[in-house]
């Protein structure tokens, strides 16, 4: 029985327990906040538990291990005549009020058949979920190099995303291209100004342009190559034919084009694809803007104020109203990501996931509000903010400053320490906390580098496997039950808990918990190896054995590939 089912079967009893076991009225019971089950920390408090009595003292104003007594009792009847009478081996009563599931050992020998036989197809989801996702990441600005906090949303994103494909809803994966704006327009003027400096002319360069080395490289491949390779839209051919304003758009165009090249090359490097790349730019040309305000406006969620033309968000819980389009005419960032929303649920996507930078943090409420006022249910959009990562080197932190063109690139990052290094350090933490990345134990190939520890343990069990020279057939067929020895049944549980950490991942749309479970995986491997001698004569406790590390080397391979880094068969 999947684990899925296992507590889809004890939340239902959990239930029961609370309205026939406590007499409790459906009006309480909804009131009570899932999840009804989790892991718990320590192997001695089972293997499922519930804090349900924690919660329900403060309803009842009972003592919460007298609720606890009183659902153990109801459970312990309903148990043995249930779906799960083989799974669960017994229940206890521990701390302030915890109900503790112990689970038999046939339910983890069964378990670990299931992945044998299956492989990763046990983990798909079935059937598939109904709901077509559409996750928005990265979207970084095409006015320079990917920086590290940018390649921490690409990790993230992307582990995000496969995660979520294997947990059965399809998914797209969507960069939106900021190539319209003021930043864009800075861009241009950047590449203009070194382009004169180049050319001998004095300038003065303003300290909010782009102070990066690459602008200079992108005004020299101007001024160097045949400018018949980069006529854009009608641009006359000859420089000197151009008026100065004319010029600069033709930079803005030539450097959006150059440095986007860029960032997709970085990003295929970095191992992930994007399905699409929508623009900016192509909002404003269809119109779709205007008519995302006309959509509001007959809504009545749109009003005019002092010249500017306002969206009325505080009516879907955002704290003050929205200035969507200024006196002067232009827009706000808000109209534009309204018009770009619209466009994603006309494009058929039901549910809408967005990975932003800290710095968008307070701009959350009102796009929320915007999606609302679409007429969209509250679960529709998803923001997930990315904290950002700060570098180490010899322990030491490496500063940076964007404005000054003065910070480590994510190219820098990947030429350092590699793509595998790169894509599980980004995922070493909560999606919502700060990283620190130390680029010095990323480069290391020892036990202490977390993911070189993991894929030495994939590869260490592969050089086993090759080694026993058993058929996979014949591993297959093992008698999983002569598995008794302790480290046998931890390893076993590690193993079990893959699923849990997937259902995790997909219910708080953060992958970190990726990595945290392949190292406490790969841990017990380590320690099962150093106990346990896998290649005994007994051929059945040997085949036995074998079926247990390729149950654990497969685990570890997806939750790799899911992660985005390799699975090495040799290290």
């Known amino acids: 029985m999947p684990l899925a089912r296992l507590e889809d079967e004890l939340h239902q009893l959990l239930q029961k327990a609370l309205t026939e076991g406590l007499n409790l009225p459906e009006s309480t019971v909804s009131g009570l906040k899932p999840p009804f089950l989790e892991i718990p920390k320590e192997e001695s408090f089972g293997d499922i538990s519930t804090s349900l009595a924690l919660k329900l003292a403060q309803v009842l104003k009972t003592s919460p291990k007298e609720i606890a007594q009183k659902l153990l009792t109801f459970l312990n009847r309903r148990i043995p005549v249930s779906a799960i009478k ?31 036989i299956n492989s990763e197809d046990y983990f798909v989801s079935q059937p598939k979920k109904t709901k077509r996702v559409l996750v928005e990441f990265v979207s970084a600005n095409p006015t320079g190099p990917l920086s590290v906090a940018h390649g921490r949303q690409a990790a993230v994103g992307d582990a995000l995303c496969n995660v979520l494909a294997l947990s059965g809803y399809e998914v797209t994966r969507e960069y939106y291209l900021n190539d319209a704006g003021n930043q864009i327009n800075i861009l241009g003027n950047s590449i203009h100004l070194r382009l004169q400096e180049l050319t001998g002319k004095t300038i003065e360069f303003p300290d909010d342009h782009y102070q990066g080395d690459y602008i200079i490289a992108l005004a020299r491949e101007l001024l160097e190559k045949p400018e018949t390779s980069h006529r854009q839209g009608g641009v006359p051919p000859r420089r000197q034919n151009r008026k100065p304003e004319e010029y600069k758009e033709y930079c803005k165009e030539y450097g959006v084009r150059r440095i986007l090249e860029i960032i997709r090359k970085e990003l295929e490097d970095f191992g992930v694809k994007f399905d699409s790349w929508f623009s900016q730019k192509s909002l404003e040309k269809s119109g779709k803007i205007e008519k995302a305000i006309a959509f509001l406006k007959e809504k009545g969620f749109i009003y005019e104020q002092e010249g500017a033309v306002w969206f009325s968000s505080t009516k879907f819980g955002d704290d003050k109203d929205r200035v969507i389009v200024k006196s002067d005419g232009s827009y706000t960032y808000l109209a534009p990501d309204i018009a770009y929303h619209q466009d994603k649920f006309k494009r058929g996507f039901d549910w809408l996931i967005n990975l932003w930078g800290p710095d968008h943090h307070g701009y959350v409420g009102r796009l929320k509000a915007a999606v609302s006022a679409l007429g969209k249910e509250k679960g529709a959009l998803n923001v997930i903010i990315v904290q950002l990562a700060t570098l180490f080197r010899a322990g030491k932190v490496i500063s940076m400053s964007t404005r000054k063109g003065e910070y480590i690139t994510l190219r820098q990052v ?11 350090f980004f995922l070493m933490r909560r999606t919502d906390s700060h990283l620190d990345f130390d680029l010095e134990l990323a480069k290391q190939e020892t036990p202490e580098n977390p993911v070189y520890y993991v894929q030495y343990a994939h590869a260490r069990i592969a050089s086993i496997l090759e080694n026993a020279k ?5 591993i297959q067929e093992a008698d999983i039950s002569l ?89």
């Not at 983890?108 to 992945?115: E, R, T, V």
């Open 414 to 424: 990947l030429d350092e320490v590699g793509l595998d290094a790169a894509r599980f």
């Open 483 to 571: 598995l008794k020895e302790k480290e046998e049944i931890n390893l076993l549980k590690a193993v079990s808990k893959f699923e849990n950490c997937l259902r995790v991942a997909e219910i708080q749309l953060d992958p970190y918990c990726l990595t945290t479970y392949l190292q406490e995986l790969a841990e017990r491997f380590h320690r099962f190896y150093d106990s346990v001698r896998v290649l005994v004569e007994d051929g059945g406790v040997k085949d036995a054995r074998l079926a247990l590390i390729l149950g654990c080397k497969n685990i570890i391979a997806l939750g790799l590939k899911l992660s985005g880094v390799s699975a090495p068969e040799k290290m």
């Open 470 to 474: 058993v058929p996979f057939s014949q």
């Open 86 to 116: 083989n799974s669960i081996e017994k229940t206890d009563i521990a701390g302030a009020g915890f109900i503790n599931f112990h689970f038999s050992k046939e339910y983890f020998y069964s378990l670990l058949k299931q992945i044998l």
